[in-house]
């Protein structure tokens, strides 16, 4: 059995996010940069969360160097320090290493093989495949 030192542990927690915060992160993503109660307003009324609640979860994102902060008279400005696609990068390649084995064509057959796609899907990924092929052709 494999067991991880503290660093390594360390280094895993600010490679990638929790769900919560992947949630915090998708609307400052969509927001570009914003307040506390910008990113509260962003995840609406169904998502009763306090204040303190969260401006804590910012802090923690930005601890983790997820976010940057600047104050603005009494409150603070979040903006993101990685692009979406950046850390979709991170996690598909992640995701391909440890669960499939680093076989990437396995992860696109159980996405392919499990879901309902429809035909127009389909095109779309074939569409992607074949342009990736001509790019890298040149």
């Not at 996405?111 to 040149?138: G, P």
């Amino acid at each position: 059995m494999q067991y991880w030192t503290e660093a390594e542990m360390s280094q895993k927690k600010t490679k990638f996010l929790t769900e919560v915060e992947l949630e915090f992160m998708s609307k400052l993503w969509d927001l570009g940069e914003a307040t506390v109660r910008d990113v509260q307003d962003a995840l609406g009324p169904a998502r009763k969360l306090a204040y303190t609640s969260a401006a804590t979860i910012l802090r923690i994102l930005e601890q983790k160097g997820f976010v940057t902060s600047t104050k603005q008279g009494k409150t603070f400005l979040y903006t993101a320090t990685l692009s979406k696609d950046t850390y979709q990068s991170r996690s598909l390649r992640n995701l391909s290493e440890k669960l499939f084995d680093n076989a990437p064509a396995t992860l696109v057959a159980r996405l392919v093989d499990d879901n309902d796609l429809s035909e127009e899907a389909l095109d779309e990924i074939r569409a992607l495949i074949d342009k990736r092929l001509r790019d890298d052709k040149r």
